[in-house]
């Protein structure tokens, strides 16, 4: 389709000359006499260009550029006038006009004019349209993907910047929930002020109040000063409760305060602050089923969830692993000051077919691990870990010992095979069992296996 152009030229003749002119050029032109006919002519179909008369009765051209630029804000528009003066021409430029016409002038300059015009509209739109491609359908800050589940995060993520609403990322544990909290805040209108992290399941019970709220001197023993609270720190900025599902009941209830009112109180102290801080919260675990079992309050769980986002794990975007791995490749050639191997399709094949339990945080310690110890130029799929060259079943079925077995003994191996795998980390052990953090201590106690996963010394 042929650029479409509208003309605005109180001058009989001119317009017909003009009209002539570029309808014989190939574009699509319409011809007006006033502005207000202009404008009306943009409302109902948006032009690629405007070539306006600057002197026309009722309306110049330099308001019905301002007028036409509300109405279309991408369009070119090129003003004429016969009284060219250094300071029209500024002051058009300063008003969105990409050229201006001084009459008189002939064909060929007015179809230099306008082609110019509409080669600078196109590479605009091409240019916008390739920064969103660049950055929305393959990364986000360093959130990588461009799988389809990666593009309804990256929509909602896009979203949530400019907002103050409180944000819940669900997800697995390492699929990238603090990297999605930090760039919400860094491209957002807090990125000036502190981003605040409290790792909810990590806290001490007695301590979580303190930690949050902030304590005076001699609230509690060991309180040997007053100390401001993570919502007090991040005033101003945004506060990223992480593990927020760990949080015991009475916290919440503080919490649900906050929210609400935006006051805190420190522990031992009676005296509210008042504090403006954006809330984004995380888990791994499923809020709702807690809330049905009374370990989260419903309250507090709608406070949170104005503007869910849902992180896949690996497993489920396993198109995303070949743009993964070149970026961490990337990464770590810097980090490591060397040239790092590439992946022969092997190897890439025994990664899509390994369920990944710790997600994209597992695929860079893997990769940082294969680059350190590779000497060659070419990773194979023998060179591989032991855990990517097992083919691990389809389904979720458990086969049983001909002899039958022990369930103790069946919890004690699996609790094993978690420490395991998560290299001796309680918390990410907990998230591949399905357990809380409290319960999978409770166990390893019971069961007096150490965060290695050897029995007989406990914790």
Same mark, same amino acid.
């Given at each position: 389709?042929?650029?479409?152009?509208?003309?605005?030229?109180?001058?009989?003749?001119?317009?017909?000359?003009?009209?002539?002119?570029?309808?014989?050029?190939?574009?699509?032109?319409?011809?007006?006499?006033?502005?207000?006919?202009?404008?009306?002519?943009?409302?109902?179909?948006?032009?690629?260009?405007?070539?306006?008369?600057? =002197?026309?009765?009722?309306?110049?051209?330099?308001?019905?550029? =301002?007028?036409?630029? =509300?109405?279309?804000?991408?369009?070119?528009?090129?003003?004429?006038?016969?009284?060219?003066?250094?300071?029209?021409?500024?002051?058009?430029?300063?008003?969105?006009?990409?050229?201006?016409?001084?009459?008189?002038?002939?064909?060929?300059?007015?179809?230099?004019?306008?082609?110019?015009?509409?080669?600078?509209?196109?590479?605009?739109?091409?240019?916008?349209?390739?920064?969103?491609?660049?950055?929305?359908?393959?990364?986000?800050?360093?959130?990588?993907?461009?799988?389809?589940?990666?593009?309804?995060?990256?929509?909602?993520?896009?979203?949530?910047?400019?907002?103050?609403?409180?944000?819940?990322?669900?997800?697995?544990?390492?699929?990238?929930?603090?990297?999605?909290?930090?760039?919400?805040?860094?491209?957002?209108?807090?990125?000036?002020?502190?981003?605040?992290?409290?790792?909810?399941?990590?806290?001490?019970?007695?301590?979580?109040?303190?930690?949050?709220?902030?304590?005076?001197?001699?609230?509690?023993?060991?309180?040997?000063?007053?100390?401001?609270?993570?919502?007090?720190?991040?005033?101003?900025?945004?506060?990223?409760?992480?593990?927020?599902?760990?949080?015991?009941?009475?916290?919440?209830?503080?919490?649900?305060?906050?929210?609400?009112?935006?006051?805190?109180?420190?522990?031992?102290?009676?005296?509210?602050?008042?504090?403006?801080?954006?809330?984004?919260?995380?888990?791994?675990?499923?809020?709702?089923?807690?809330?049905?079992?009374?370990?989260?309050?419903?309250?507090?769980?709608?406070?949170?969830?104005?503007?869910?986002?849902?992180?896949? &794990?690996?497993?489920?975007?396993?198109?995303?692993?070949?743009?993964?791995?070149?970026?961490? =490749?990337?990464?770590?050639?810097?980090?490591?000051?060397?040239?790092?191997?590439?992946? #022969?399709?092997?190897?890439?094949?025994?990664?899509?077919?390994?369920?990944?339990?710790?997600?994209?945080?597992?695929?860079?310690?893997?990769?940082?691990?294969?680059?350190?110890?590779?000497?060659?130029?070419?990773?194979? #799929?023998?060179?591989?870990?032991?855990?990517?060259?097992?083919?691990? &079943?389809?389904?979720?079925?458990?086969?049983?010992?001909?002899?039958?077995?022990?369930?103790?003994?069946?919890?004690?191996?699996?609790?094993?095979?978690?420490?395991?795998?998560?290299?001796?980390?309680?918390?990410? #052990?907990?998230?591949?069992?399905?357990?809380?953090?409290?319960?999978?201590?409770?166990?390893?106690?019971?069961?007096?296996?150490?965060?290695?996963?050897?029995?007989?010394?406990?914790?």
């Amino acid at each position: 389709m042929k650029p479409e152009i509208l003309i605005a030229e109180d001058d009989d003749t001119q317009r017909l000359i003009l009209n002539d002119i570029l309808n014989g050029a190939g574009y699509r032109v319409t011809a007006v006499p006033a502005a207000k006919d202009a404008l009306a002519a943009l409302r109902d179909n948006p032009r690629d260009v405007l070539l306006t008369d600057l =002197r026309m009765p009722e309306m110049d051209g330099l308001e019905l550029l =301002r007028q036409a630029k =509300r109405i279309c804000p991408e369009m070119e528009v090129v003003v004429m006038t016969a009284f060219a003066t250094v300071q029209t021409a500024v002051t058009a430029m300063k008003e969105g006009a990409s050229d201006y016409l001084a009459k008189p002038f002939d064909k060929d300059e007015l179809l230099i004019v306008v082609e110019k015009a509409i080669e600078r509209g196109n590479l605009r739109r091409e240019n916008v349209q390739l920064r969103e491609l660049v950055s929305q359908s393959v990364s986000l800050g360093n959130i990588i993907g461009e799988s389809p589940a990666m593009q309804r995060v990256f929509t909602i993520v896009q979203k949530a910047v400019p907002i103050n609403s409180t944000v819940l990322i669900l997800g697995e544990s390492g699929t990238g929930k603090e990297m999605v909290a930090r760039h919400i805040h860094f491209e957002g209108p807090r990125s000036k002020k502190p981003f605040a992290v409290v790792n909810c399941a990590a806290i001490p019970d007695a301590l979580v109040e303190s930690e949050l709220f902030g304590h005076e001197k001699g609230a509690f023993t060991g309180a040997e000063a007053s100390r401001a609270g993570k919502f007090e720190v991040a005033n101003g900025g945004t506060l990223f409760l992480d593990e927020v599902g760990d949080m015991r009941l009475d916290s919440q209830a503080k919490l649900l305060r906050v929210l609400q009112d935006g006051i805190v109180e420190r522990v031992g102290s009676s005296t509210p602050r008042k504090v403006d801080v954006r809330v984004i919260a995380a888990t791994n675990r499923d809020l709702k089923k807690l809330v049905d079992e009374g370990e989260f309050r419903e309250d507090l769980f709608f406070r949170l969830d104005v503007l869910p986002i849902t992180l896949p &794990p690996l497993r489920e975007r396993v198109q995303d692993l070949p743009l993964l791995i070149n970026h961490f =490749r990337d990464k770590l050639s810097k980090r490591l000051a060397k040239k790092c191997p590439t992946l #022969a399709p092997d190897a890439l094949e025994a990664m899509r077919h390994y369920r990944w339990p710790g997600n994209v945080r597992e695929l860079e310690n893997t990769l940082e691990q294969l680059y350190i110890l590779s000497d060659g130029e070419t990773i194979h #799929a023998n060179d591989l870990p032991e855990k990517l060259r097992k083919r691990e &079943p389809e389904t979720g079925d458990i086969e049983l010992p001909s002899g039958g077995l022990v369930l103790e003994d069946l919890e004690q191996d699996l609790i094993r095979q978690a420490l395991a795998r998560s290299g001796g980390s309680i918390k990410e #052990a907990a998230e591949l069992l399905g357990l809380t953090y409290k319960t999978l201590q409770y166990r390893l106690k019971k069961h007096e296996i150490d965060r290695k996963g050897d029995a007989g010394e406990g914790e």
